[in-house]
């Protein structure tokens, strides 16, 4: 079964940094593209970031540019999003998910003072 | 970045009776290789998403039959022929033909 666990979300304030992760399990993760999209409360989806299997290749979402990398450790099976100078309207539960077939539950970020 | 546009926003469904919704992307979404990268997911209440089709027509595993799709260029639709209590949520579209991935602003399905 593919598992998909967020976790590292919380409260921080404006200017602060979180490191998120997602540990994968049931598929062979080395050979997947994976996203971070994120949900504003009560709001849609928005994408935030792409990595591509080897890590290799790497997209950004206009918003998060300078300040969000994705990166990934495939012999942990693991995808990271480390978020720096985060703002109020960073506020929103991180998914992350195998290309866009499989997501996680996600983790809640809150950015507030 | 290619704009979704769905339609309605809210959608009051009587349980056994069909539902429809739209989605308009403010380009075609033809890829160069010839696919539509259009996919719809459906997201109940507290739940994360869940992909019910991709390339436009493509059925995830387990999506009820009473879930059907069509479209072309930029022109979309979700129907859902009997809607039943199961269905209750809110549906997305999305393109995948261009980077960045761009979402609809969801439509509501609600009794």
């Known amino acids: 079964e593919v598992q998909l666990v967020e976790s590292g979300g919380g409260l921080v304030q404006p200017g602060g940094s979180l490191r998120l992760s997602c540990a994968a399990s049931?598929?062979?993760?080395?050979?997947?593209?994976m996203n971070w999209i994120r949900q504003g409360p009560e709001k849609g989806l928005v994408w935030v970031s792409r990595?591509?299997?080897?890590?290799?290749?790497?997209g950004y979402a206009d918003f998060v540019k300078g300040r969000f990398t994705i990166s990934r450790d495939n012999a942990r099976n693991t995808l990271y999003l480390q978020m720096s100078s985060l703002r109020v309207e960073d506020t929103a539960v991180y998914y992350c998910?195998?290309?866009?077939?499989?997501w996680g539950r996600g983790t809640t970020v809150t950015v507030s003072s | 970045d290619v704009v979704m546009t769905q339609s309605p926003l809210s959608l009051p469904v009587t349980l056994g009776q069909p539902a429809s919704i739209s989605c308009r992307s403010s380009?075609?979404?033809?890829?160069?290789?010839?696919?539509?990268?259009l996919s719809w997911f459906q997201q109940r209440p507290g739940q994360s998403p869940r992909r019910l089709f991709y390339?436009?027509?493509i059925r995830d595993s387990g999506v009820p039959d009473r879930f059907s799709v069509s479209g072309s260029g930029t022109d979309f639709t979700l129907k859902i022929s009997r809607v039943e209590a199961e269905d209750i949520g809110i549906y997305y579209c999305?393109?995948?033909?261009?980077?960045?991935?761009?979402f609809g602003g969801g439509t509501k399905v609600e009794t």
């Open positions: 998910a195998r290309n866009t077939d499989a």
């Open positions: 049931g598929f062979t993760f080395n050979k997947y593209w």
């Open positions: 990595i591509n299997a080897d890590g290799t290749n790497i």
């Open positions: 380009q075609s979404l033809v890829h160069s290789d010839g696919n539509i990268y």
């Open positions: 390339q436009l027509s």
């Open positions: 999305m393109q995948g033909t261009q980077w960045p991935l761009t």
